[in-house]
């Protein structure tokens, strides 16, 4: 979980860095919204961790895919989050 946190931070790092090209470039300006949302994406899934981690893993991945080769981190948080969830699953079938 805490690999994709921190893609997460990685994430909000990379709309940081897109933000202070925008004062200067105006095709950053047209990217940011799109930063902005991709970041609420992949923040929304780690809302979501506790939950259903099948979804916040989809949800972190999806966030994250914008943010290439930062949200490379928050993938592999992810995966991790996805695998976990899917062993607990395995251990309930196994045990009914």
Do not use: H
């Not at 981690?53 to 290439?68: E, P």
């Amino acid at each position: 979980m805490g690999l994709a946190i921190g893609g997460v931070i990685a994430n909000w790092f990379g709309v940081l860095i897109i933000y202070i090209n925008s004062l200067q470039d105006e095709l950053y300006g047209i990217m940011l919204p799109i930063a902005c949302i991709f970041a609420l994406i992949s923040t929304v899934g780690i809302l979501f961790a506790g939950k259903n981690k099948k979804l916040a893993g989809t949800l972190i991945i999806t966030g994250s895919i914008l943010f290439v080769p930062l949200g490379l981190i928050g993938v592999f948080g992810a995966k991790k989050i996805i695998s976990l969830a899917n062993e607990a699953t395995l251990e309930e079938r196994r045990n009914s």
